[in-house]
Each structure stands twice: as structure tokens, then as C-alpha cells.
């Protein structure tokens, strides 16, 4: 049996660790910890799991192995076509565009539309493989959005999850994509489709109505898709009728972090980063992807014309880290040149030899250098102009359980449905982006009291709602949604944690 017995199953376009050649050519696992990856450890290993995944690195075939926690990691093949079709074409030129409401131009392409049809087969062909008779599948994010719908097709007997981590669009904007059909059918071969907020759950129940042949009724848009939020969220209150006759339940399931493993910075790291920075009054942070659609050089143009304006204090330092993402799509190059441009622009108007007021790194840097970041700066910037969540702001408020600092979020990332607290902002609005982090300046100088008070509310949402809760949360609606539509009772997968 060995690879086919596995009970719970997770499918996501990469594997939680990375391959890497060792010297003498033998392969090399780096763990990548992330919250998904902490938050589904321990389901996976208390039921002989399996994560199935591209191991990052085109063209590699690594046999599947075991972690030491006796889960088994089970890789899938990319070829650089498929790398170049699949992942940068068809999910990252054209789905992801069309998802964040069309900040840059989606393009269609029907080579690279045959190349995520044959990709989708081959994650749903891995997982058909490893999953035992009547597993639980877990299906990750927008580039397999036809493994449900195949899957179900190969193996009626698995319990099919989806989950969305982008946001999902308005009809009008889904109904540009010319296989529109094929992907809500395939997205209905789950028995749970989940997203982060109740807005992206409405727009694709509205779809599920609308396109043709996808759908049958659905049973109304009901005043709320989440309940508020304690501890046991039961997220599933609207149901669609597949084509195949199945009801699919679609809920809002808003992810959030680990907030246990959130490293904690010795405070004398904090002190040397601030006298690295040349003991600034004012720190601002800003850590993303390096995508356009996070709004970094909007955010570096506010800050300039606050400089300009002479708004802030004299001494005040912008860190932004900028990870490397997706470098050979072309969008991706234009907007690196572009921040590298204002950084160069910014630093030579205002910085001074030893002391530049934009200090801009385009690495990854390690969790435990991240954790210093986050609690050296006095206000944090997340101005995406679309997120389905945005990670980087619970963490900030994870990492300020004091109350201390100041979160300016864009109004279009998720999180700023459970962060009201947070000094708001229009991202496409310069002057509004010029205004929240004034404020939030002036706050912590002049109202301190209530930029605490603010930073405090923030802290215990993240506390109280961890990731821990998003996982528990779907897979206990999964495991009834199962149950219900086949009349059986299955254990909830994340009660054997
Ligand atoms: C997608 C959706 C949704 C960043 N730089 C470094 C680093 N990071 C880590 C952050 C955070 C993660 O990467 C970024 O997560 P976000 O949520 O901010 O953004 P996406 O990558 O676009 O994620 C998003 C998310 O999925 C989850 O569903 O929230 O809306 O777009 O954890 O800390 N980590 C390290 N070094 C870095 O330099 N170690």
C-alpha cells in the first residue's frame, strides 16, 4: 500500500518544502513554515496525511518521502512548459489579474488555457493516487481550481474541500474569461467552496446562477454568510446545486496566522535595528511580494509628498522589504523598475550621505529578522490595491501585543473587514493615503491613548481568531457538509488533533 492509504489530503500548487541540490547533486528539502503549513501539520499527521505539490524546481521528479512527523510529501512534476503556460501564463497573466479586479490587463490565451487543463489533471491524477477510499481532500487556491471537478469525476468516494485564498470577482468581471464555464464546474465538484469574506462568497454564488450550464438555483443570499466570528464559526450558510444534482455549501472562512510560532525579537535586536536605521523618530514598514498588485509604489509616492510637504518628523526612516515574485512576467519586471526608480528619486532628494529616508531591500529575509521589523516599526504600510487577506497585517498585530505602533491598511484587503481599527485608507487615492499616515503619526504623538486602544482591539482579533481556527472551521463544515449530502456521520478531520 505504502503511497494510496492516506486519510486526509492536502493539494496546493507547492509543496510546504522547497527542493534544493546539495552539492554532490542530491536533493535537499528547506522547510518553508508558513501559517498553512503549521496550521495543517497537525491534521495531516494525525491521520497519516499526504501533501501533494510542485516541489518548486522545473522538470524535477524527487521520489515522495516522509516527513519526520510521518507525513508523506508527494511531488508533482512540472515541465518547463508547463511552468511557463500553467504557473507565470494561465494563473499568474491571466487569473490573477482577473481576480484583483483588473489592476493590470488579463490576457487569454487558449495555449496556456490547455496547459491548466492538463496541469489540474495531473495535481487530480497525484491525488486520485495517494488518497485512500473515503479520504478527505483539501484543494489550495487558483491554480486548481479543476481538481475538484476531476477529482470527483475519478473518485466519487473523497470528500472534496476548496479553498480561495485570492479574492474572488465580481460576475461582471468572471464573465470575461472565456472558460468560465469549465471553472465553476470544476470549482462544483467540491462539497465546500471557501473564501475569505462573505462579498467574495456572494459574488460567486451570484455566478453560480448566472453561468450557463454550471448551476442549477441556489438557495439564496442570506443576510450573513459567517457568523460572528466566536470560537466554534460554523461559516456555511448558502448552499448551490451543482450540475451533477449535488448540493455544494459555500461559506467565508477568513484566514488568519499562527499567532503561537510568531517569533519573539529580544529587545536589544529591536534597539541595534533602530540605531542601524540612525535612530530615526519615526520607523514605517513595508513587507510584500514584489507584486504590483500590493501597491508599493503608490505608497513610496505618498511618502514622498509627505516629505515634500515637510508632514512628518525630521528624522523618519521608511524600511521596505520587497520579496523577489514571479520575475519573468513582465508586469512583475515593469513594477520592480518602477519602485527602484522611486526609491532612487526619493533617497536623492531627501537622504543624506549615511542616512537615506527610503531603505529598500529586494530579498527574502529570515522569520526572526521579519519578527525585528515588525516591532521596530511605528507604523506599518498596507496599501495593496486588492488582497484577498494580507498576512503581513495580522502579523504586525500579532507582533504588538503591547498596543504599541500604528497599522495604515488599505480598505480593498480583506483584513480590513476584521481590522476597523486600523488607520483606513483608498489606495487609488493618494491624498487618503497621505492622510491615514499622518494621522496615524500624529496619533501616537498627540492621542496615544487611542492609537493603543486601536492596536490593542487588533492584537486580540488575531489572538482569538488564529489559524488554527481557519482550519478547524472548514474541515468541521466539510466533515458535516459530507455527512449531510450522503446521509452518513464522518468525523470532523480536525478532531483527532
Ligand atoms: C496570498 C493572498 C492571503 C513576506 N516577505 C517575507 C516573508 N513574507 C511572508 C509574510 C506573510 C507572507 O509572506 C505574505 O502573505 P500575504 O497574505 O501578505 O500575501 P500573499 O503572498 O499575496 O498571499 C493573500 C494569503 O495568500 C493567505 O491566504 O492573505 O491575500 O494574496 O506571511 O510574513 N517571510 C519571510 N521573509 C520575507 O522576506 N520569512
Same mark, same amino acid.
Given at each position: 500500500?505504502?503511497?494510496?492509504?492516506?486519510?486526509?489530503?492536502?493539494?496546493?500548487?507547492?509543496? /510546504?518544502?522547497?527542493?534544493?541540490?546539495?552539492?554532490?547533486?542530491?536533493?535537499?528539502?528547506?522547510?518553508?513554515?508558513?501559517?498553512?503549513?503549521?496550521?495543517?501539520?497537525?491534521?495531516?499527521?494525525?491521520?497519516?496525511?499526504?501533501?501533494?505539490?510542485?516541489?518548486?524546481?522545473?522538470?524535477?521528479?524527487?521520489?515522495?518521502?516522509?516527513?519526520?512527523?510521518?507525513?508523506?510529501?508527494?511531488?508533482?512534476?512540472?515541465?518547463?512548459?508547463?511552468?511557463?503556460?500553467?504557473?507565470?501564463?494561465?494563473?499568474?497573466?491571466?487569473?490573477?489579474?482577473?481576480?484583483?479586479?483588473?489592476?493590470?490587463?488579463?490576457?487569454?490565451?487558449?495555449?496556456?488555457?490547455?496547459?491548466?487543463?492538463?496541469?489540474?489533471?495531473?495535481?487530480?491524477?497525484?491525488?486520485?493516487?495517494?488518497?485512500?477510499?473515503?479520504?478527505?481532500?483539501?484543494? %489550495?487556491?487558483?491554480?486548481?481550481? *479543476?481538481?475538484?471537478?476531476?477529482? $470527483?469525476?475519478?473518485?466519487? !468516494?473523497?470528500?472534496?474541500?476548496?479553498?480561495?485564498?485570492?479574492?474572488?470577482?465580481?460576475?461582471?468581471?468572471?464573465? %470575461?474569461?472565456?472558460?468560465?464555464?469549465?471553472?465553476?464546474?470544476? *470549482?462544483?465538484?467540491?462539497?465546500?467552496?471557501?473564501?475569505?469574506?462573505? !462579498?467574495?462568497? $456572494?459574488?460567486?454564488?451570484?455566478?453560480?446562477?448566472?453561468?450557463?450550464?454550471?448551476?442549477?438555483?441556489?438557495?439564496?443570499? /442570506?443576510?450573513?454568510?459567517?457568523?460572528?466570528?466566536?470560537? =466554534?464559526?460554523?461559516?456555511?450558510?448558502?448552499?448551490?446545486?451543482?450540475?451533477?444534482?449535488?448540493?455544494?455549501?459555500?461559506?467565508?472562512?477568513?484566514? +488568519?496566522?499562527?499567532?503561537? +510560532?510568531? /517569533?519573539?525579537?529580544?529587545?536589544?535586536?529591536?534597539?541595534?535595528?533602530?540605531?542601524?536605521? #540612525?535612530?530615526?523618530?519615526?520607523?514605517?514598514?513595508?513587507?510584500?511580494?514584489?507584486?504590483?498588485?500590493?501597491?508599493?509604489?503608490? $505608497?513610496?509616492?505618498?511618502?514622498?509628498? *509627505?516629505?515634500? #510637504?515637510?508632514?512628518?518628523?525630521?528624522?523618519?526612516?521608511?524600511?521596505?522589504?520587497?520579496?523577489?515574485?514571479?520575475?519573468?512576467?513582465?508586469?512583475?519586471?515593469?513594477?520592480? =523598475?518602477?519602485?527602484?526608480?522611486?526609491?532612487?528619486?526619493?533617497?536623492? %532628494?531627501?537622504?543624506?550621505?549615511?542616512?537615506?529616508?527610503?531603505?529598500?531591500?529586494?530579498?527574502?529575509?529570515?522569520?526572526?529578522?521579519?519578527?525585528?521589523?515588525?516591532?521596530?516599526?511605528?507604523?506599518?504600510?498596507?496599501?495593496?490595491?486588492?488582497? #484577498?487577506?494580507?498576512?503581513?497585517?495580522?502579523?504586525?498585530?500579532?507582533?504588538?501585543?503591547?498596543?504599541?505602533?500604528?497599522?495604515?491598511? =488599505?480598505?480593498?484587503?480583506?483584513?480590513?473587514?476584521?481590522?476597523?481599527?486600523?488607520? *483606513?485608507?483608498?489606495?487609488? !487615492?493618494?491624498?487618503?493615503?497621505?492622510?491615514?499616515?499622518?494621522?496615524?503619526?500624529?496619533?501616537?504623538?498627540?492621542?496615544?491613548?487611542?492609537?493603543?486602544?486601536?492596536?490593542?482591539?487588533?492584537?486580540?482579533?488575531? %489572538?482569538?481568531?488564529?489559524?488554527?481556527?481557519?482550519?478547524?472551521?472548514?474541515?468541521? +463544515?466539510?466533515?458535516?457538509?459530507?455527512?449531510?449530502?450522503?446521509?452518513?456521520?464522518?468525523?470532523?478531520?480536525?478532531?483527532?488533533?
Amino acid at each position: 500500500m505504502g503511497e494510496s492509504n492516506n486519510n486526509f489530503v492536502v493539494v496546493a500548487n507547492r509543496l /510546504p518544502v522547497d527542493m534544493q541540490r546539495a552539492e554532490d547533486g542530491s536533493p535537499r528539502w528547506v522547510p518553508s513554515p508558513g501559517g498553512l503549513v503549521s496550521a495543517l501539520s497537525p491534521v495531516l499527521e494525525s491521520h497519516e496525511g499526504c501533501w501533494v505539490g510542485w516541489p518548486g524546481v522545473i522538470d524535477e521528479s524527487p521520489e515522495p518521502f516522509r516527513t519526520e512527523a510521518d507525513v508523506l510529501l508527494y511531488p508533482v512534476t512540472l515541465s518547463a512548459e508547463d511552468y511557463r503556460d500553467f504557473y507565470e501564463g494561465f494563473s499568474n497573466a491571466t487569473l490573477w489579474p482577473l481576480y484583483h479586479d483588473l489592476i493590470v490587463t488579463p490576457e487569454f490565451h487558449r495555449e496556456w488555457w490547455a496547459a491548466y487543463r492538463e496541469v489540474n489533471l495531473k495535481f487530480a491524477q497525484a491525488v486520485a493516487h495517494v488518497a485512500a477510499e473515503g479520504a478527505t481532500v483539501w484543494v %489550495q487556491d487558483y491554480q486548481l481550481q *479543476l481538481v475538484p471537478g476531476i477529482l $470527483r469525476q475519478m473518485r466519487p !468516494d473523497l470528500t472534496i474541500g476548496f479553498f480561495l485564498h485570492i479574492p474572488f470577482p465580481s460576475p461582471d468581471l468572471f464573465r %470575461q474569461l472565456p472558460w468560465r464555464e469549465e471553472v465553476m464546474r470544476g *470549482l462544483l465538484g467540491a462539497d465546500i467552496i471557501g473564501f475569505h469574506l462573505e !462579498d467574495n462568497a $456572494r459574488n460567486f454564488l451570484t455566478l453560480a446562477a448566472q453561468v450557463s450550464g454550471s448551476a442549477g438555483t441556489h438557495t439564496g443570499l /442570506p443576510d450573513t454568510l459567517r457568523t460572528s466570528g466566536e470560537v =466554534s464559526t460554523r461559516a456555511i450558510t448558502a448552499h448551490v446545486t451543482a450540475p451533477d444534482g449535488r448540493e455544494v455549501g459555500v461559506g467565508a472562512f477568513p484566514i +488568519s496566522i499562527d499567532v503561537a +510560532s510568531v /517569533p519573539r525579537p529580544e529587545p536589544q535586536a529591536v534597539t541595534t535595528l533602530r540605531h542601524d536605521l #540612525g535612530d530615526p523618530d519615526l520607523i514605517l514598514l513595508g513587507v510584500d511580494r514584489l507584486d504590483y498588485t500590493k501597491g508599493i509604489l503608490q $505608497r513610496l509616492r505618498a511618502y514622498e509628498e *509627505l516629505l515634500a #510637504g515637510g508632514a512628518l518628523p525630521p528624522k523618519t526612516v521608511f524600511l521596505q522589504i520587497a520579496t523577489p515574485s514571479r520575475e519573468r512576467i513582465e508586469h512583475y519586471r515593469r513594477t520592480r =523598475s518602477r519602485v527602484e526608480e522611486a526609491v532612487g528619486r526619493i533617497n536623492g %532628494q531627501y537622504g543624506t550621505p549615511g542616512r537615506p529616508v527610503v531603505e529598500y531591500l529586494h530579498r527574502s529575509v529570515p522569520k526572526s529578522t521579519l519578527a525585528t521589523y515588525y516591532a521596530a516599526a511605528d507604523i506599518m504600510l498596507v496599501t495593496p490595491f486588492k488582497d #484577498g487577506m494580507n498576512l503581513v497585517a495580522k502579523e504586525y498585530a500579532a507582533a504588538h501585543p503591547s498596543g504599541s505602533g500604528a497599522l495604515v491598511l =488599505s480598505e480593498f484587503a480583506g483584513a480590513a473587514e476584521e481590522f476597523p481599527e486600523a488607520y *483606513l485608507c483608498n489606495p487609488f !487615492d493618494l491624498e487618503a493615503i497621505k492622510r491615514s499616515i499622518h494621522r496615524a503619526a500624529t496619533d501616537l504623538r498627540t492621542a496615544p491613548d487611542d492609537a493603543r486602544a486601536r492596536m490593542t482591539t487588533m492584537h486580540r482579533q488575531v %489572538q482569538e481568531h488564529d489559524v488554527n481556527l481557519w482550519a478547524q472551521s472548514f474541515l468541521d +463544515s466539510l466533515a458535516e457538509a459530507h455527512a449531510a449530502s450522503t446521509g452518513s456521520s464522518s468525523r470532523p478531520a480536525s478532531e483527532a488533533r
